[in-house]
C-alpha cells in the first residue's frame, strides 16, 4: 500500500511515498511535476518560525501547490475570487 498527499481542489497527488517506505507520519516526496511551498498563515497563526517555538517544534504553515498538474483557472467562476 502506498500512501500520498494531494489537494482534491488541485490535484489528486502532489506526494507520493517510496514503493519501500513502509513508515508511518510521512506522505513521501514531491512528484516530478509538484512545486510546494509552506507559507506562513498570519490568520491562522502558523508560521515557519514555529519550528524555534519549545511547545510546537515544527514549521506550520498553508500548503501551496504549484506545477503543470494543478487544475487550471480552479478560482473562475466561484463567487468572489479571482484568479491569484
Known sequence: MRQGYGLTETCAASCVSEWC???TSTVGPPINSAIIRLADWKDGNYEWADKDKPDI????GEVLIG????CEKYFEGLPGKEDP
Open 57 to 60: 517544534g515544527v514549521p506550520r
Open 21 to 23: 517506505d513502509n513508515t
Open 67 to 70: 506545477g503543470p498538474m494543478v
